[in-house]
């Protein structure tokens, strides 16, 4: 259906256009207007296919009519067909030209020309519509399609800049990567190899086979994945020992695409250090389980060791009071026996806790090893310890009179525990001990023909606490602690010991220290004689323990005829003032003024005065605490009658 507007502003006019249109157009819907400004509004509101217009007009005239629809884009392609009068005015027909007019009739309208004029505006406006349509429609069309590539252009970017980073992260993981990496051809042969990999295999490994490159052999794994094909994604974990110079190493085979072609990714773990750390788990358990059974070892042993001689002190002090005197002796003697055995271990145990936290001072000094190992031959053979082994000294002549310089007392522990030990363990054999001397060393020996140490037992006998099997099945005392304590000794001589043993038939322990020579020959400790003069000397003893103090008078009163007894630092310091002593006994642990302070005081006032320290705290620091107060010596309680008499011989004579 077309419809057709009308504008003119005289009605007949208007009435002859409809019956002109309606003729010619029966299915077609007029419009009309009698002014512009009407016009226009029928114009927005129904949009017509063809626009029939009037020029002259009162008000708005045809031409601003024209001229306004053809400046809205929404109305401007309607045809607009003027209808003049003035048909032969040139000016007004050019003029209506360039303001938009696609079409003129003059009146008086004729109506075939008025309906070939419609038909063909008809046409024009079909064109125009169409080439609207396609206008809008190509327009959308570039919209959408910009729009496309700039969603497109966007998604490039981003893909550019994901590109980009993954391949950031793909080259700095190839040059991080912690562990070997490189890519083989179906055939084995090396095409990429990461740059980690690259150090440790070189850059020229490329188009070489793994095997050749990777194993020391130089020839294929036994268990190969390569053998056959591996599917993309496929993965295939091998160990390999005899990698790289021995190595383990666990390597993974991937297949995967490589430029375009079916390749194998492999990756190379080192478990050189997994499987040792997978050893040392399995070793540590089995060390814990050990050492829970050495605990308890040790607990019952210590238990044994401390009850043992408990039982005979307090068994026989119980016996003491009731007994005959003639049994006196031998109860007292086992009393005396069972305290110096605990005491030695009570030693033992401080000792070995001690080397093993504190520096050990060497205290050097020269003397004759001949006769050191002759005393401690004499210790076992005399009685001291009850054994029925033949004892013997082996010194060749040409060194019993070679004197050395190294640290005595510890020489003198070491061999003690070592003879001891060869006692112990032998029960009816011999034991031969004795040194040789080289350009700087000494080689001392102990060799027993007793019951041998097992060949496993042989790298653990050093340990601490440790007990072989026969010292517990053959019930030997001993708490483990006598060949620890060798052991640092000789570490802090900087020697070495070494034990050779043949179980049923014997040991031999052999031990070195490097040591000095020298031309005198030190006598060893001067055993003190108590003769006729000690009795002239005056002692002091201070000590706020009473027992301490009866203890020192019973065993100073048959040689020493004047003993006083001070009860604190303050008491000995005040003594000292009113009469002269020869020697004073200083316990450092006292109140009101302890030993310490007192031995200042009483070696400002009379320095030549000694100035023995008695104490039962006898650490290194404790003994370097007395030495800067001003003692001359250090005694450990419980104080042996030997070491009392040596001090006595040493210093009580200073001043006569
Ligand atoms: P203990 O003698 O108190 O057991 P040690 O540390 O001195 O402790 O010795 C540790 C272990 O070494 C002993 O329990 C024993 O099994 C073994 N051993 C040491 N010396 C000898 C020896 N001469 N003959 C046989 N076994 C010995």
Same mark, same amino acid.
């Given at each position: 259906?077309? #419809?057709?507007?009308?504008?003119?502003?005289?009605?007949?006019?208007?009435?002859?256009?409809?019956a002109?249109?309606?003729?010619?157009f029966?299915?077609?819907?007029? @419009?009309?207007?009698?002014?512009?400004?009407?016009?226009?509004? &029928?114009?927005?509101?129904?949009?017509?296919?063809v626009?029939?217009?009037?020029?002259?007009?009162?008000?708005?005239?045809?031409?601003?009519?024209?001229?306004?629809?053809?400046?809205?884009?929404?109305?401007?392609?309607?045809?607009?067909?003027?209808?003049?009068?003035?048909?032969?005015?040139?000016?007004?027909?050019?003029?209506?030209?360039?303001?938009?007019?696609?079409?003129?009739?003059?009146?008086?309208?004729?109506?075939?020309e008025?309906?070939a004029?419609?038909?063909?505006m008809?046409?024009?406006?079909?064109?125009?519509?169409?080439?609207?349509?396609?206008?809008?429609? $190509?327009? /959308?069309?570039?919209?959408?399609?910009?729009?496309?590539?700039?969603?497109?252009?966007?998604? +490039?970017t981003?893909?550019?800049?994901? &590109? !980009?980073?993954?391949?950031?992260?793909?080259?700095?993981?190839?040059?991080?990567?912690?562990?070997?990496?490189?890519?083989?051809? *179906?055939n084995?042969?090396i095409?990429?190899?990461?740059?980690?990999?690259?150090?440790?295999?070189?850059?020229?490994?490329? =188009?070489?086979?793994?095997? *050749?490159?990777?194993?020391?052999?130089? *020839?294929?794994?036994?268990?190969c994945?390569?053998?056959?094909?591996?599917?993309?994604?496929?993965?295939?974990?091998?160990?390999?020992?005899?990698? %790289?110079?021995?190595?383990? @190493?666990?390597?993974?085979?991937?297949?995967?695409?490589?430029?375009?072609?079916?390749?194998?990714?492999?990756m190379?773990?080192?478990?050189?250090?997994?499987?040792?750390?997978?050893?040392?788990?399995?070793?540590?358990?089995?060390?814990?389980?050990?050492s829970?059974? &050495?605990?308890?070892?040790?607990?019952?042993?210590?238990?044994?060791?401390?009850?043992?001689?408990?039982?005979?002190?307090?068994?026989f002090?119980? %016996?003491m009071?009731?007994?005959?005197?003639?049994?006196?002796?031998?109860?007292?003697?086992?009393?005396?026996?069972?305290?110096?055995? $605990?005491?030695?271990?009570?030693?033992?145990?401080?000792? !070995?806790?001690?080397?093993?936290?504190? #520096?050990?001072?060497?205290?050097?000094?020269?003397?004759l090893?001949a006769?050191?190992?002759?005393?401690?031959?004499?210790?076992?053979?005399?009685?001291?310890?009850?054994?029925?082994?033949?004892?013997?000294?082996?010194?060749?002549?040409n060194?019993?009179?070679?004197?050395?310089?190294?640290? $005595?007392?510890?020489?003198?522990?070491?061999?003690?525990?070592?003879?001891? =030990? /060869?006692?112990?363990?032998?029960f009816?054999?011999?034991?031969?001990?004795?040194?040789?001397?080289?350009?700087?060393?000494?080689?001392?020996?102990?060799?027993?023909?007793?019951?041998?140490?097992?060949?496993?037992?042989?790298?653990?006998?050093?340990?601490?606490?440790?007990?072989? *099997?026969?010292?517990?099945t053959?019930?030997?005392?001993?708490?483990? %602690?006598?060949?620890?304590?060798?052991?640092?000794?000789?570490?802090?001589?900087?020697?070495?010991?070494?034990?050779?043993?043949?179980?049923?038939?014997?040991?031999?322990?052999?031990?070195?220290?490097?040591?000095?020579?020298?031309?005198?020959?030190?006598?060893?400790?001067?055993?003190?004689?108590?003769?006729?003069?000690?009795?002239?000397?005056?002692?002091?003893?201070a000590?706020?323990?009473?027992?301490?103090?009866?203890?020192?008078?019973?065993l !100073?009163?048959?040689?020493?005829?004047?003993?006083?007894?001070?009860? =604190?630092?303050?008491?000995?310091?005040?003594?000292?003032?009113?009469?002269?002593?020869?020697?004073?006994?200083?316990?450092? +642990?006292?109140?009101?003024?302890?030993?310490?302070?007192?031995?200042?005081?009483?070696?400002?006032?009379?320095?030549?005065?000694?100035?023995?320290?008695?104490?039962?705290?006898?650490s290194?620091?404790?003994?370097?605490?007395?030495? $800067?107060?001003?003692?001359?010596?250090?005694?450990?309680?419980?104080?042996?009658?030997?070491?009392?008499?040596?001090?006595?011989?040493?210093?009580?004579?200073?001043?006569?």
């Amino acid at each position: 259906m077309i #419809k057709i507007l009308a504008i003119d502003d005289h009605l007949d006019n208007l009435i002859s256009l409809r019956a002109i249109i309606e003729d010619t157009f029966p299915d077609s819907t007029i @419009f009309t207007a009698q002014d512009g400004q009407h016009g226009l509004e &029928l114009i927005i509101a129904h949009d017509p296919d063809v626009i029939l217009l009037d020029v002259v007009m009162p008000g708005m005239d045809g031409f601003e009519v024209c001229r306004r629809i053809k400046e809205d884009v929404r109305i401007s392609d309607i045809p607009v067909i003027f209808l003049t009068a003035l048909g032969s005015d040139k000016r007004s027909r050019l003029k209506a030209l360039e303001i938009g007019a696609d079409a003129f009739l003059s009146k008086p309208i004729d109506e075939a020309e008025l309906t070939a004029q419609i038909k063909a505006m008809l046409i024009v406006k079909h064109h125009h519509q169409k080439q609207k349509y396609e206008k809008e429609y $190509l327009t /959308a069309l570039v919209t959408e399609r910009t729009e496309e590539l700039l969603k497109e252009l966007k998604e +490039r970017t981003q893909a550019e800049e994901l &590109l !980009l980073q993954s391949n950031e992260l793909n080259n700095s993981l190839l040059q991080t990567i912690p562990f070997g990496m490189d890519i083989l051809d *179906e055939n084995g042969n090396i095409i990429f190899i990461s740059e980690n990999f690259k150090k440790l295999i070189g850059e020229y490994s490329i =188009n070489r086979k793994c095997w *050749e490159v990777i194993c020391d052999k130089k *020839e294929r794994c036994t268990n190969c994945p390569l053998e056959k094909p591996i599917k993309i994604g496929e993965t295939n974990i091998i160990e390999v020992d005899g990698i %790289l110079g021995g190595r383990s @190493f666990q390597i993974s085979h991937t297949g995967m695409m490589f430029k375009g072609r079916k390749a194998i990714l492999e990756m190379f773990q080192d478990i050189t250090e997994m499987k040792r750390s997978r050893e040392e788990l399995v070793l540590a358990k089995e060390q814990a389980v050990e050492s829970n059974k &050495l605990k308890t070892a040790f607990l019952n042993n210590m238990s044994h060791e401390i009850r043992t001689p408990m039982n005979h002190i307090i068994g026989f002090a119980s %016996l003491m009071q009731e007994a005959a005197p003639a049994d006196k002796d031998l109860y007292a003697e086992i009393i005396l026996k069972s305290s110096n055995q $605990l005491l030695s271990l009570i030693e033992d145990v401080i000792q !070995l806790s001690r080397l093993q936290s504190e #520096k050990i001072r060497i205290d050097k000094r020269e003397f004759l090893p001949a006769e050191l190992v002759n005393q401690v031959i004499k210790y076992y053979s005399n009685g001291n310890v009850k054994n029925s082994n033949l004892l013997i000294s082996s010194i060749p002549e040409n060194f019993k009179n070679v004197t050395i310089v190294t640290d $005595l007392e510890k020489l003198n522990v070491i061999l003690m525990n070592l003879v001891s =030990n /060869a006692v112990k363990f032998t029960f009816q054999g011999t034991i031969e001990t004795g040194f040789k001397v080289d350009d700087d060393k000494v080689t001392f020996f102990v060799k027993d023909s007793g019951t041998g140490i097992l060949t496993k037992e042989q790298d653990r006998i050093f340990d601490t606490f440790y007990r072989g *099997e026969n010292a517990l099945t053959l019930v030997i005392g001993g708490a483990g %602690l006598g060949l620890s304590i060798v052991r640092e000794y000789i570490k802090a001589l900087r020697g070495s010991i070494e034990v050779e043993s043949t179980p049923g038939k014997g040991s031999i322990f052999t031990f070195s220290i490097p040591v000095q020579f020298a031309n005198n020959s030190g006598s060893l400790a001067s055993t003190a004689v108590i003769g006729q003069e000690v009795r002239k000397l005056s002692i002091l003893i201070a000590d706020d323990e009473e027992i301490n103090y009866l203890l020192l008078e019973i065993l !100073l009163k048959d040689v020493i005829t004047k003993i006083d007894h001070a009860s =604190n630092g303050k008491m000995a310091h005040e003594m000292a003032h009113q009469q002269k002593y020869d020697l004073i006994f200083m316990d450092l +642990r006292m109140p009101e003024v302890n030993g310490y302070e007192s031995t200042k005081a009483l070696k400002r006032d009379f320095p030549e005065t000694p100035v023995i320290a008695l104490s039962a705290f006898t650490s290194q620091e404790e003994m370097e605490l007395a030495r $800067l107060a001003g003692c001359d010596d250090f005694i450990a309680k419980p104080v042996k009658k030997q070491v009392l008499f040596d001090a006595i011989s040493k210093f009580g004579y200073k001043n006569n």
